[in-house]
């Protein structure tokens, strides 16, 4: 019986392997941006990674940064409403790293607390006294190291952030 000829279009295909998918894609990337993806990912862009005033800055600790950085003098906020307020729901852990590894001396941290109001420092340690002494000179009232009607201060907070512009 003779051989039945397979057209040149279904002919079996070589198998490409990962290694060889890998090094198409990581060329294809490198290639240059045309003019409109180029467009894209610069326009909009400030210097701090930020994309405008409304979208959040790029990096979940640059976000985060800039949630404490909006919280004005006189109001405190608790480590996971920072998260939430920086678009990172139930990551109030990651708020108190960041500022842990903190080296930033503009940066208002003591403005952070706990979900039920304290400071988070031990009550005889020297960042107690600190973060007390910054939350006092600020006007917040901190009675045996806990802020009072916290929730009330982070809806006063709230309200003010987001109202609209007094004329």
Known sequence: MPKASVPASHAAKPLESKAARKVAAKTAAARPAGPRRAAKTTAGNTADGARGSKTAAKTPRARIL??????????????????????????????????????????????????????????????????????????????????????????DLDAMVWAPPRK
């Open 66 to 155: 800039a949630a404490i950085r909006a919280i004005p003098a006189g109001s405190v906020a608790g480590y996971g409403v920072v998260a939430r307020r920086a678009g990172l729901p139930g990551r109030a852990r990651m708020v108190a790293r960041i500022l842990s590894e903190n080296e930033d001396r503009g940066l208002p941290w003591h403005r952070v607390l706990r979900s039920d109001g304290r400071i988070a420092f031990p009550p005889d340690s020297a960042g107690h006294a600190e973060q007390t002494q910054r939350l006092r000179a600020e006007g917040v009232a901190v009675d045996n190291g806990r802020v009072r009607d916290l929730r009330k201060a982070e809806a």
